[in-house]
């Protein structure tokens, strides 16, 4: 089966500071991703059922559910990894422990690993990704087109993804090691990227700035910075004189007090102002070297149609590539 989209890339971690719209946007690229035929997992690390609230579904249980079909006939399914689950997975695979989650369940593992090292819970995490991101069938084909993880925020990112860093203390508890070691692997490859959710504003752009600097020194790979709840910028005269627009209310039948006209100069000022700061945290972020995606505040709230018209736009700026015509 051919990669969704023809960039090579099966693992799609989308990050950024906190509510600018990670999820939102995870969401919109996994359906993109499926579109025409394509099986996406869009995943969640952080327990926090985000995906599930946003397709309207009940709670994720630790199995990958479908939650939506996409145009020409692909599907998303998502899964909410925690880490307990992981764990027991994780050492029924490895130690071929029958029955391993009643067992631990007795012994009180699950709390062992909801409090375990950051770094342990982060391979448990990583390695489940991973492990979905190589999944094959029966005949040797991928299961998934592509991965798309929500990630959590920019401020963790790194540490996250740099698994081995956090682990080497530990680097005799031999299959969390080599575990590790094989998340490494993929999340350094060519095959993954890390996509930086921003709005156009000082602190999240800042944090774009300062997560991809993180990222880049660790050797992982940046992908895009997705530019998200763009204003629509419409054009504004370089003056606007209060007797144009007392002139223009009266052409269309407004009248045009005092009040009405000053409070209407006030807020072209204000919105020229909020334009022209925009455009300056644009600049910052176009400087950053890496492809820049823009999507529009969507009207109302983000439900299927919302993010369907969100999948449009990003793949109308080529993200993810159209497939190549076979
Ligand atoms: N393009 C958009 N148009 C309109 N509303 C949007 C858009 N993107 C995100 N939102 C809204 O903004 C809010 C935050 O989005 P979202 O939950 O995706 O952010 P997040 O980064 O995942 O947040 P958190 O850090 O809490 O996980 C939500 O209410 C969402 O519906
Ligand atoms: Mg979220």
Not at 8 to 21: A, E
Not at 163 to 173: C, E, H, K, N, P
Not at 204 to 231: F, K
Not at 308 to 322: E, H, K, T, V
Request: net charge neutral; hydrophobic share 45%.
């Amino acid at each position: 089966m051919a990669a969704a989209g023809n960039d090579g890339l099966r693992l799609h971690v989308v990050t950024g500071k906190g509510g600018t719209g990670k999820t939102t946007v995870a969401a919109a690229l996994a359906l993109a991703l499926a579109r025409d035929g394509g099986r996406v997992l869009l995943s969640e690390v952080e327990g926090r059922q985000g995906i599930a609230q946003l397709f309207d579904t009940p709670p994720l249980p630790y199995e990958e559910t479908r939650v939506a079909r996409a145009p020409g006939g692909g599907e998303v399914l998502a899964l909410a990894i925690d880490p307990a689950a992981a764990l027991i997975e994780y050492l029924a695979m490895f130690y071929h422990l029958r029955g391993a989650g009643s067992i631990l369940n007795r012994i009180g593992a699950i709390e062992f690993a909801t409090t375990i090292a950051p770094g342990v819970r982060d391979v448990l995490l990583t390695g489940k990704i991973k492990e979905a991101v190589d999944r094959r069938d029966g005949q040797g084909r991928y299961v998934y087109d592509a991965v798309v993880l929500d990630a959590p925020p920019t401020g963790r990112i790194t540490r996250f993804l740099n698994v081995t860093a956090d682990v080497s203390s530990l680097a005799r508890m031999g299959p969390v090691k080599s575990q590790a070691d094989s998340v490494q692997r993929v999340v350094r490859s060519p095959a993954t990227a890390v996509h930086l959710v921003t709005l156009l504003e000082e602190m999240p752009v800042q944090e774009t700035v300062d997560g991809i600097a993180e990222l880049r020194a660790a050797q992982i790979p940046v992908g895009r910075v997705i530019v998200n709840l763009r204003r629509q910028p419409y054009p504004l005269p370089a003056r606007i004189v209060k007797k144009d627009v007392t002139e223009a209310l009266t052409s269309v039948g407004v009248g045009g007090g005092k009040a009405v006209v000053d409070g209407l100069v006030a807020e072209a000022a204000a919105y020229r102002e909020r334009v022209a700061l925009e455009d300056r945290e644009l600049a910052d972020v176009e400087a950053l070297g890496q492809p820049v995606t823009l999507l529009a505040q969507q009207p109302g709230p983000i439900d299927r149609g919302a993010l369907l018209a969100l999948a449009d736009s990003l793949a109308a700026q080529g993200f993810p590539p159209a497939k190549a015509a076979s």
